[in-house]
């Protein structure tokens, strides 16, 4: 593995730091101030459909979509996005800009990889363009989703429509007023083998008989303006064309998703943890505690040293983790894919826990971005699959592997 980054990569990365240098860290906190107090908290400003033309414009676009589908994207393998992602990631909102937020980037990556041409003309291109929103409806309230096998949504074929029941909540996306499309994982066939039970199928917003019951929130957060809702299916009704590649293959396009959607969350991650160490190390030298700057405190030194070492770590098995996948594809990476997905939120969660510390009062307040970055970080730590689920296959696998 070459740990330098390719000439292609370090050329976008440097468009990319100038861009978030000029156009997004100087407009952070009016983009912030606009979503609390706007009229509608879950109405995307209009300074982020500035910000996207001027990202378009640079070419600062769909960066995260690989080779196979470079038609619609930059055609970045994993290790050349990483860095790019990682950038990303260190102000909450602005993958977006770029056009390289979740759910938007696993539903593109859906869509592209699995989606017939109807579907791609009439949902994916919109996307592609920034145009649309879009969700993602698997997590279930009265179920251990964590066991994705458990969902009890149905999806019921009646002649030549499909009849949607159930209950989602945690719906990324959902909230937001531009979003226009979900993709709703289900059971069409409840008697199946385990795995086969399950399949996906698109749901527009707009369809009779679906209801947001209520935003949610994560650690106190409602991530305005995206958000995450309970959304009820009573009879909903979507004609057969909106399956997505056919009935029982859910668990097949969720695996085939969730593992790009892994790594981008840990690469986003890094980039949280990386610019909260360096608040961290402009905060220490700016407060003053018994009788010396906090920098020259033995104890905040070792703070601000171990936070480096836990941040590059996780930086660099991330790395590891994209190559194998560019290499290898990602059903041979699952391993290292468990074991990025298991160290980079937890990481994250310790040093900007440790960043807020060195901020005192101020870092849990709403001047800085340390506290909604430790929401999301605590939240990854459960989103596509909580830390316990990849710890036990991730054992499983390697006593496996041992005893073969």
């Not at 033309?53 to 676009?61: C, E, F, M, T, V």
Request: hydrophobic content about 40%.
């Amino acid at each position: 593995m070459n740990f330098e980054y390719n000439e292609r990569t370090q050329t976008l990365l440097k468009q990319l730091r100038a861009f978030m240098q000029e156009e997004v860290y100087p407009i952070e906190k009016e983009y912030v101030h606009a979503v609390e107090n706007g009229e509608n908290r879950w109405q995307t400003p209009v300074m982020m459909q500035t910000l996207k033309q001027r990202a378009k414009d640079a070419g600062l676009w769909n960066l995260f979509l690989p080779e196979e589908y470079k038609p619609y994207g930059a055609g970045l393998s994993n290790a050349e996005y990483a860095p790019l992602c990682e950038e990303m990631g260190r102000v909450l909102f602005s993958s977006e800009i770029f056009n390289c937020s979740a759910p938007d980037t696993g539903n593109m990556e859906v869509l592209a990889k699995y989606g017939n041409e109807e579907q791609k003309k009439q949902w994916l291109e919109p996307l592609l363009n920034g145009e649309i929103r879009s969700a993602f409806a698997m997590t279930e309230p009265a179920v251990a989703s964590s066991d994705a096998t458990n969902i009890e949504t149905s999806i019921t074929r009646d002649g030549d429509e499909y009849v949607i029941n159930g209950r989602k909540w945690y719906t990324s996306g959902a909230m937001n007023e531009n979003c226009k499309i979900m993709v709703v994982m289900g059971k069409t066939d409840f008697e199946a083998a385990r795995h086969q039970q399950q399949s996906q199928i698109l749901v527009p917003m707009d369809t009779k008989g679906v209801s947001i019951v209520r935003p949610m929130a994560a650690m106190g957060y409602f991530d305005e303006p995206v958000g995450h809702a309970e959304v009820l299916f009573d009879n909903v009704r979507v004609p057969v064309s909106n399956l997505l590649l056919g009935e029982g293959r859910g668990f097949e396009i969720a695996q085939g998703r969730l593992g790009p959607g892994r790594i981008h969350h840990c690469m986003r991650l890094i980039g949280c943890a990386q610019r909260a160490l360096d608040l961290a190390c402009e905060r220490v030298e700016q407060r003053v505690a018994f009788g010396k700057p906090l920098s020259k405190q033995q104890s905040v030194r070792e703070s601000i040293a171990q936070m480096h070492c836990d941040i590059e770590q996780a930086r660099l098995l991330t790395l590891k983790a994209a190559d194998k996948m560019d290499r290898y594809g990602n059903k041979v990476s699952r391993d290292i894919i468990a074991a990025i997905k298991i160290v980079a939120p937890k990481m994250a969660c310790k040093v900007i826990d440790e960043a807020i510390q060195m901020h005192g009062a101020a870092g849990t307040s709403q001047d800085y971005a340390l506290s909604a970055m430790y929401a999301y970080a605590r939240t990854i730590r459960l989103a596509d699959g909580p830390d316990q689920v990849h710890m036990m296959q991730l054992g499983r696998n390697l006593i496996a592997e041992k005893n073969a």
